[in-house]
Structure formats: structure tokens, C-alpha cells
């Protein structure tokens, strides 16, 4: 089956330490899910669950993802990194398979 996010290493080094520095109980797994919709567009969620009969399972760099069936589409292509600068630092999410915007004046 086709996976359809890709975590980058840093992201995925990153989401191995929270794993063991928040004590994850061993049953979870990584959530990546969709909120919203509409005018506003969609956000993207991580978090970590135990699976459920609607989720597919994934496994990314041995890692267990689980991803809701009705979010695959919104998901696919898309890639989970994470940025870290002196102003913040978090998962970002980004799909390369799309043009980049370009903003005019």
C-alpha cells in the first residue's frame, strides 16, 4: 500500500524523542489527521492514539502512523518536517508535489 505522508528525518527524530521523553504509552501510535474545511481550508493534526477501526495503518521508518481513511486523500503527498529557529520551532507541514505560490504586487 501506498504511504501517503513522508516524515522527514528530522521531524521523525523529533517525534522518537517525544515518544520517550512524555512516556507514550507502547500501544500508541502517531495520529496525522485533517481538521476543517471549507473557505478557511484545512489544518493538519499530530498527535499520538490508539487505532481505531477507521484508520489505516502505516508503517514509516518503524514508526506506527495512523491515518483516518476519510483524511487519506487530503494527506497524500504531503510531508511532515520540523523547524526549529530562535523565533519558533514546530511540525510543519508542506506538500512538494505543488507549484510553489507566488505572491504579486
Known amino acids: 500500500m501506498l504511504t501517503p505522508?513522508?516524515?522527514?528525518?528530522?521531524?521523525?527524530?523529533e517525534i522518537k524523542t517525544i515518544i520517550s521523553t512524555k512516556n507514550i504509552p507502547l500501544e500508541y501510535a502517531l495520529r496525522v489527521g485533517v481538521k476543517g474545511g471549507g473557505?478557511?481550508?484545512?489544518?493538519?493534526?499530530?498527535?499520538?492514539?490508539?487505532?481505531?477501526?477507521?484508520?489505516?495503518?502505516?508503517?514509516?521508518e518503524g514508526l506506527t502512523?495512523?491515518?483516518?481513511?476519510?483524511?487519506?486523500?487530503?494527506?497524500?503527498?504531503?510531508?511532515?518536517?520540523?523547524?526549529?529557529?530562535?523565533e519558533a520551532r514546530g511540525f510543519v507541514f508542506t506538500n512538494p508535489e505543488l507549484p510553489k505560490r507566488h505572491d504579486t504586487e
Do not use: R
Open 5 to 13: 505522508i513522508n516524515i522527514t528525518p528530522k521531524a521523525l527524530e
Open 39 to 60: 473557505c478557511g481550508g484545512v489544518s493538519y493534526a499530530l498527535g499520538f492514539d490508539l487505532k481505531k477501526d477507521e484508520d489505516q495503518s502505516f508503517d514509516i
Open 65 to 86: 502512523v495512523l491515518i483516518e481513511k476519510k483524511h487519506v486523500m487530503f494527506l497524500m503527498g504531503m510531508q511532515v518536517d520540523f523547524h526549529e529557529s530562535n
